[in-house]
Antibody, heavy 120, light 112 residues
Framework: EVQLVESGGGLVQPGGSLRVSCAASGFTFSSYEMDWVRQAPGKGLEWVSYISSSGGSIYYADSVKGRFTISRDNAKNALYLQMNSLRAEDTAIYYC?????????????WGQGTLVTVSS | QPVLTQSSSASASLGSSVKLTCTLS???????IAWHQQQPGKAPRYLMK???????NKGSGVPDRFSGSSSGADRYLTISNLQSDDEADYYC??????????FGGGTKLTVL
């Protein structure tokens, strides 16, 4: 059974930093591309970042580029999102998501999410 | 960069059928999309991948009551024999050639 379990969320002050993690199991993590997707309170889903299976290709939404860094450790079956210079508008549930790709790209499994709150 | 447009809300009666629409912006009518369901207070759940041909592949455990179809730039999710736990937000998703993920604004489905 595919499982994605996020952790590391919490309350952080504006301008601060936080790293959220995702522990993957039930599939060959090193063979899959991964996304981070977030959802602000009462709002829709927003794609945040992508990383290829090897970590060699990385993309970001314009809203987080230069502040967030996605990474992975295939030996530990783990995905990370380092978030710096956090703003109130970054407050959201952050979901780790497994990606199916080819001539397309979509999420086929979601984690349960971890809440990040940016507030003084 | 494709834009996905969804109606903000829809409603249908228990036991009936409903067809939700996701419309791709001009020039992107060939794009594959995915449909996701998000029940209140829960994480999203993948429902299906849907191609421009109307061919679809559902995720593990998705009931037969869920089906997909396409017409031009429109991608449809049809739910038949509506159940109370189908009341949820439904999102479509695609990927832009500029290497950015895209989600529609979501449709809130109410089961009457």
């Amino acid at each position: 059974e595919v499982q994605l379990v996020e952790s590391g969320g919490g309350l952080v002050q504006p301008g601060g930093s936080l790293r959220v993690s995702c522990a993957a199991s039930g599939f060959t993590f090193s063979s899959y591309e991964m996304d981070w997707v977030r959802q602000a309170p009462g709002k829709g889903l927003e794609w945040v970042s992508y990383i290829s299976s090897s970590g060699g290709s990385i993309y970001y939404a314009d809203s987080v580029k230069g502040r967030f860094t996605i990474s992975r450790d295939n030996a530990k079956n783990a995905l990370y999102l380092q978030m710096n210079s956090l703003r109130a508008e970054d407050t959201a549930i952050y979901y780790c998501a497994r990606v199916v790709s080819g001539s397309y790209h979509y999420v086929d499994y979601w984690g349960q999410g971890t809440l990040v709150t940016v507030s003084s | 960069q494709p834009v996905l447009t969804q109606s903000s809300s829809a409603s249908a009666s228990l036991g009936s059928s409903v067809k939700l629409t996701c419309t791709l912006s001009s020039g992107h009518s060939s794009y594959i999309i995915a449909w996701h369901q998000q029940q209140p207070g829960k994480a999203p759940r993948y429902l299906m991948k849907l191609e421009s041909s109307g061919s679809y592949n559902k995720g593990s455990g998705v009931p037969d009551r869920f089906s997909g179809s396409s017409s031009g730039a429109d991608r449809y999710l049809t739910i038949s024999n509506l159940q109370s736990d189908d009341e949820a937000d439904y999102y479509c998703e695609t990927w832009g050639s500029n290497t950015r993920g895209v989600f529609g604004g979501g449709t809130k489905l109410t089961v009457l």
